[in-house]
């Protein structure tokens, strides 16, 4: 197993390695990756609502062929408009971020009054939250095409980074999973 666990870790360090970089060219070409992702999203949320339109004709006359032929369809439309609106669905998506991002920092900052044993970690996460969406909403002409593609690539790094300290760990301890019990029970009479 110990060979199994070098190999792998290998590999772990180099795919881990690669993503950082990735993630480095998307943070550099933030409004290219924000298009791609929503071309991605398009096209994905389109297939999907065509497959359910198609499943959904089996349901004819049995319970659940409506709520499929409704959601199917629009979910055709929202990939019709992705695909078609790319600027338009960035401004959208930007703008849900934004919101998301403020009512989190509203949520960590009430919550902090409740919870007086976590109380700074939650008034510094919800003051950061807050900041951002508040930055996103009163910026939201410049923030459309960065945004998406700076949270994507950040995303993008520190899943290259959680993968490469993987490798190192496995490496370090020479198993792929968590903490194993190595206590026999003993031999009942």
Do not use: C
């Not at 408009?81 to 919101?99: D, P």
């Not at 520190?158 to 194993?180: H, K, N, S």
């Amino acid at each position: 197993m110990a060979e199994t666990v070098k190999g792998r870790t290998g590999v772990d360090l180099v795919l881990g390695a690669l993503q950082v970089l990735v993630g480095l060219v998307i943070l550099g070409h933030t409004a290219t990756a924000t298009t791609l992702s929503l071309l991605f999203v398009g096209w994905l949320v389109f297939a999907t609502g065509v497959f359910v339109l198609a499943l959904s004709l089996f349901q004819i006359g049995k319970d659940g062929f409506w709520s499929g032929l409704l959601g199917g369809g629009l979910m055709t439309v929202l990939g019709v408009v992705f695909l078609r609106h790319t600027t338009a669905a960035a401004l959208t998506v930007t703008l849900v971020a934004g919101a998301l991002f403020a009512a989190i920092g509203i949520a960590r900052l009430a919550a902090a009054f409740s919870f007086p044993e976590q109380r700074v970690s939650l008034v510094f996460g919800g003051v950061v939250s807050l900041a951002l969406g508040l930055i996103v909403l009163f910026n939201l002409a410049e923030a459309t095409y960065t945004l998406l593609g700076i949270l994507l690539g950040i995303q993008v790094v520190t899943e290259g980074v959680a993968i490469m300290i993987f490798g190192r760990e496995a490496r370090r301890t020479g198993r792929l999973g968590g903490p194993t019990d190595d206590r026999t029970t003993p031999a009942t009479a």
